[in-house]
């Protein structure tokens, strides 16, 4: 991931400006250690810092088009560069990059372009005939982007609040699958498919074409012109983008430039199960296995740089942060540049414990699609900033667009647990992928029960959070949280000491808002919450909250399981509440 600065119409233009564009863009070096650039028009200023993943020699930012007229800075990566490239026949480009499209398509198409991109990008193009910008951000927001305004009435944009925070009357998160355009002085939504008016779907489940959509989603993402790997907690989603990726990597680019054999990453506190499962998982696929070792105390050693670098003081997020924070920086020691992760799926597919709990189909599909929106604000937050924080981009396949529209038509009477018919949690994902001739997964892997992750790192790592921070937040001090904080005011000590990081770093209004708050059980949205009636005497954002909730889900259902599709030992010996994401496992 790249860094990307922009202050546009300031009303000032000289070389003090300059200056201080340089100083905020610097704030932004570890997201694009490879190289900066900096572009001056009157009061515009375009600056970026680069994470060089495609064409590495010439690819530097800022991008243009023939005579320059058109200028881009942009953090991300375009799929499908080649394929636009020949959209453009007249058009000639200066770089081998996959973002140096994007200035000819606008020349060519005008504002109406974003949705011809297929990748995770955010960007800031300047029209310097007419001094006109616009600003995007990717369908998903898979990649970070702030928006802000100054008192003399110029525009920011960056990839993180540290860029524009102390220089910026207001500003807040630029919404994903948006575009700002100086010209109208508004945002306006460019992505926008069929599911997000959560209307629910009657499409039939056709699993091969599910298998399919996925397959395509990793393979676009093997495009590199540096040395990758993939996250690997030994759970189904980041074993089935490894499976994938093994698979598909031997005919690539890739593969000729660094090798075939696949490179995988794991992380967990000493003796966790999961890093044994991570392990049986490399074996099978025969990968290149890395796995790394972190304590209780490393993680609360990290707290402050982990706040300070994915700028939140969510409590969920911030426990899940931390272990991929700390994994992030050993695999960047390694010289890997580039991993493939498996956030995602739990959205699409309703795959958190609490899905058990939805009153029925219509309600489960709602949810999915509230909580795809709030991505951005979560795991999504997660991945891009815990992995850029040391200069590694992380491309995460389930949230592909086209593999979205394929796994949201689908009927969601689908996707509902329900194990008299051999259904856990992410079923549809799962029959795609049991495949009896050609296996992609040994069966206990591809039917193992959902790991969710903030608990994961074990029950050691949270309860030694929340010890660390009763040693710093007292009863007095709660007593006076809503006065203190009175938005998203914290209601345990855990929260309250984030809090105080937090606004010790990003002390500003604005900042707070940021913030996403409300009520929550095991990663449900607020809504849900009203599913059942004992979760508002417990809101936790960890799965246990309803640490039974399997079980009871089940229980109900007095019918046997008779269903060929899953043998009822799998179900029954799926191992239950360890917790993980993407390449992190953790004690129970």
Known sequence: MCGILAVLGCSDDSQAKRVRVLELSRRLKHRGPDWSGLYQHGDCFLAHQRLAIIDPASGDQPLYNEDKSIVVTVNGEIYNHEELRKRLPNHKFRTGSDCDVIAHLYEEYGENFVDMLDGMFSFVLLDTRDNSFIVARDAIGITSLYIGWSLDGSVWIASELKGLNDDCEHFESFPPGHLYSSKEGALKRWYNPIWFSEAVPSGP????????????????????????????????????????????????????????????????????????????????????????????????????????????????????????????????????????????????????????????????????????????????????????????????????????????????????????????EKWVLRKAFDDEEHPYLPKHILYRQKEQFSDGVGYSWIDGLKSHAALHVTDKMMLNAARIFPHNTPTTKEAYYYRMIFERFFPQNSARNTVPGGPSVACSTATAVAWDAEWSKNLDPSGRAIFEVHQQAYDKQAAPVTSSIVPPEIIDNVPQMKVSTPGVAILS
Not at 326 to 351: A, H, N
């Open 205 to 424: 489940y056709d699993p091969l074409a599910l298998r399919s959509a996925f397959e395509t989603a990793v393979i676009k993402r093997l495009m590199t012109d540096v040395p990758f790997g993939v996250l690997l907690s030994g759970g189904l989603d980041s074993s089935l983008v490894a499976s994938i990726t093994a698979r598909h990597l031997a005919g690539t680019k890739a593969a000729k430039q660094w090798g075939a054999q696949l490179h995988s990453f794991c992380v967990g506190l000493e003796g966790s199960p999961d890093l044994k499962a991570a392990k049986e998982v490399a074996d099978y696929l025969g990968t290149v296995h890395h796995e790394f070792h972190f304590t209780v105390q490393d993680g609360i050693d990290a707290i402050e740089d982990v706040i300070y670098h994915i700028e939140t003081y969510d409590v969920t997020t911030i426990r899940a942060s931390t272990p991929m924070f700390l994994m992030s920086r050993k695999i960047k020691s390694l010289g890997v540049k580039m991993v493939i992760s498996g956030e995602g799926s739990d959205e699409i597919f309703g795959g958190y414990l609490y899905f058990h709990k939805a009153p029925n189909k219509e309600e489960f599909h709602r949810e999915t699609c509230r909580k795809i929106k709030a991505l951005h604000q979560y795991d999504c937050l997660r991945a891009n900033k815990s992995t850029s924080a040391w200069g590694l981009e992380a491309r995460v396949p389930f949230l592909d667009k086209d593999f979205i529209n394929v796994a949201m038509a689908i009927d969601p009477e689908f996707k509902l647990i329900k194990k008299d018919q051999g259904r856990i």
